[in-house]
């Protein structure tokens, strides 16, 4: 067994050489993902703020004007633009000049005055969804704290819900997604190094060279396994340290069980494009086939959208995707602070998935060596 761990030993440091030799290697595994970690954490949000906002005012009572000073008080609201009629406001949200045009109807302060139901029409851009939604969101709001200014005894006809945020006090959206960014970019990385290990021989003439070697096929493959699982631990490692130093998102819990989710899932990772890099003919085939896979694995991880409000055997697919389970260790030890044995159920189906991308890289290899 001696035997085998120093043939293992040999090979990682024959990779590790090839990685850490090459200096464009290392500016796009240690530079690049810093400078993505700060820029996406910053620049990826769903608050919508500089809002400009088109106005067709047929009112000319205090109804409108009280509501006009609503918005125009609200802090995410940058300017108000008035339009003739509704067709102008139409071509304006046609041109982008506004996301959404608000429609006060001429009998907006009698409906006000006789104390009657009040309807505006609101018109959203429906090319930026996300935002159009957001908007419409704020203008409810405004809606509604016009209302209680011009009719105070209708303000508070029901009782009041206060809201309290756990985990997240102001709703920072930062909050969420740069935890999340480390799962993101390791997955990136590791995937990026793991589908070149075997594609690379084939592409250079020394696949034949490789299996020639006095090694089992599982020693080879432990060997290729080592750069990019201690890429991918250092960059999560690096990563968590940083978060808290550039940002103010916290991290609550403690470094050993993120260490450990880092370690399982970068193996996870790096199984998944050596079993990719076992079926590639050259490193162009195996970037392809990486995002063929990266794709659907962010897709279904729960990052940009709820797994719950996916399909039912969607959800079953997403229970194994390693991303998922991933996602969850990082957002239960920054924001939750997690104990090590919260963490341990997501751990495992992220070890059974390497196990298994591993057995099928392994099985791979010796197919196509057969």
Same mark, same amino acid.
């Given at each position: 067994m001696s035997g085998a761990w120093t043939?293992?030993?040999?090979?990682?440091?024959?990779?590790?050489?090839?990685?850490?030799?090459?200096?464009?290697?290392?500016?796009?595994?240690?530079?690049?993902?810093?400078?993505?970690?700060?820029?996406?954490?910053?620049?990826?949000?769903?608050?919508?703020?500089?809002?400009?906002?088109?106005?067709?005012?047929?009112?000319?009572?205090?109804?409108?004007?009280?509501?006009?000073?609503?918005?125009?008080?609200?802090?995410?609201? $940058? !300017?108000?633009?008035? @339009?003739?009629?509704?067709? *102008? %406001?139409?071509?304006?949200?046609?041109?982008?000049?506004?996301?959404?045009?608000?429609?006060?109807?001429?009998?907006?302060?009698?409906?006000?005055?006789?104390?009657?139901?009040?309807?505006?029409?609101?018109?959203?851009?429906?090319?930026?969804?996300?935002?159009?939604?957001?908007?419409?969101?704020?203008?409810?709001?405004?809606?509604?704290?016009?209302?209680?200014?011009?009719?105070?005894?209708?303000?508070?006809?029901?009782?009041?819900?206060?809201a309290r945020h756990w985990y997240n006090p102001n709703l920072e959206y930062r909050w969420f997604t740069?935890?999340?960014?480390?799962?993101?970019?390791?997955?990136?990385?590791?995937?990026?190094?793991?589908?070149?290990?075997?594609?690379?021989? $084939? !592409?250079?003439?020394? @696949?034949?060279?490789?299996? *020639? %070697?006095?090694?089992?096929?599982?020693?080879?493959?432990?060997?290729k396994c080592v750069p990019a699982f201690c890429v991918g631990l250092f960059n999560g490692m690096l990563y968590v340290v940083m978060i808290p130093l550039v940002s103010d998102v916290p991290f609550n819990g403690s470094l050993l069980p993120m260490f450990l989710g880092i370690s399982a899932f970068s193996l996870a990772i790096t199984g998944i494009g050596l079993a990719i890099s076992t079926v590639s003919h050259n490193q162009q085939q195996a970037f392809l086939g990486g995002f063929l896979v990266i794709v659907p694995l962010m897709l279904l991880s729960g990052y940009a959208s709820p797994v719950d409000g996916m399909p039912h055997w969607l959800q079953l697919v997403a229970a194994i995707d390693p991303l998922s389970h991933m996602l969850t260790i990082s957002h239960g030890l920054f924001l939750k602070g997690l104990p090590a044995e919260a963490i341990m159920p997501q751990i495992l189906p992220i070890l059974a998935v390497a196990v298994a991308a591993l057995a099928v890289a392994l099985g791979l290899m010796r197919l196509r060596h057969d």
């Open positions: 043939r293992i030993v040999a090979m990682a440091l024959k990779e590790l050489k090839v990685v850490l030799l090459d200096r464009r290697v290392l500016t796009t595994l240690i530079a690049s993902p810093i400078i993505q970690l700060i820029l996406f954490g910053f620049a990826t949000t769903l608050e919508v703020r500089n809002i400009d906002i088109g106005v067709v005012n047929r009112d000319v009572g205090v109804a409108s004007e009280q509501f006009l000073a609503a918005m125009s008080g609200n802090r995410n609201m $940058r !300017e108000i633009r008035f @339009y003739p009629s509704e067709a *102008a %406001l139409r071509e304006a949200i046609e041109r982008r000049e506004v996301i959404a045009g608000l429609l006060i109807p001429p009998d907006l302060s009698v409906h006000y005055a006789r104390r009657e139901t009040a309807e505006m029409g609101l018109l959203l851009d429906g090319r930026r969804i996300n935002a159009a939604q957001i908007v419409a969101g704020y203008m409810a709001d405004i809606a509604h704290e016009a209302g209680g200014r011009m009719r105070p005894e209708l303000a508070h006809p029901e009782p009041e819900v206060i740069l935890p999340g960014m480390i799962t993101l970019i390791t997955t990136v990385i590791v995937l990026s190094v793991s589908v070149q290990a075997i594609a690379r021989e $084939r !592409e250079f003439g020394t @696949y034949d060279e490789l299996m *020639a %070697l006095p090694m089992r096929h599982w020693e080879i493959l432990a060997g």
